[in-house]
């Protein structure tokens, strides 16, 4: 994974980017099109949707996502999540709680996330990271009551923000 993260400039964003993609990666792993996801075919967590625009955004043409490069993928994490996140500014703990929500409910679905999060006025450090996860479950929990279908994710979601929890309690950067 690391090869894939080096390049000329910004290289503490991309090797803090490693230690978020490190934990995520293990959750959006292989090829997976689900009827139930509403986010259709999906590889390593980007859509077609998402992939399809960031090829045209590059002038390539078209392309499944079932065939995405890992180099690809940094890139995509790092432009669509890490950086519009503002991960880049954030210590670890809440850097890779922010990445990984991003990356799971999508920018607006963070940006809710952490509205319920950031009802006080600490913003950094472990106990902020603690109050995004425990946004997480509930906003999952919102999600499942209005839409049912849903349910069959829960298992994997609980388990999902479990291992985020018990991973930012030790990450660094």
């Known amino acids: 994974m690391e090869d894939a993260l080096q390049g000329p400039g910004n290289e503490i964003v991309k090797g803090r980017l490693s230690v978020g993609l490190s934990f995520t990666l293990t959750w959006e ?17 980007i859509t077609q949707a998402v992939y399809s625009d960031y090829l045209k955004r590059s002038a390539r043409p078209p392309w499944h996502v079932k065939d995405i490069k890992l180099t690809e993928v940094v890139d995509i994490y ?8 503002g991960c880049d500014v954030c210590d670890a703990p809440v850097a890779v709680a922010r990445f990984d929500t991003a990356v799971n ?10 509205h319920i999060a950031t009802a006080t006025n600490n913003h950094s450090g472990l106990p902020a990271a603690i109050r995004i996860v425990a946004a997480r479950r509930a906003h999952r929990s919102s ?21 985020l929890d018990a991973y930012i309690r030790v990450v660094k950067f």
Do not use: C, M, Q
């Open 143 to 163: 999600l499942i009551l209005h839409n049912p279908k849903l349910s069959v994710f829960r298992k994997g979601w609980a388990n999902r923000d479990n291992a």
């Open 29 to 45: 792993g292989g090829f997976v099109d689900n009827p139930a996801d509403p986010g259709g075919a999906t590889n390593k967590g």
């Open 78 to 85: 790092r432009l669509r999540y890490w950086l519009p996140a």
């Open 105 to 114: 409910f999508g920018l607006g679905g963070l940006r809710e996330i952490l």
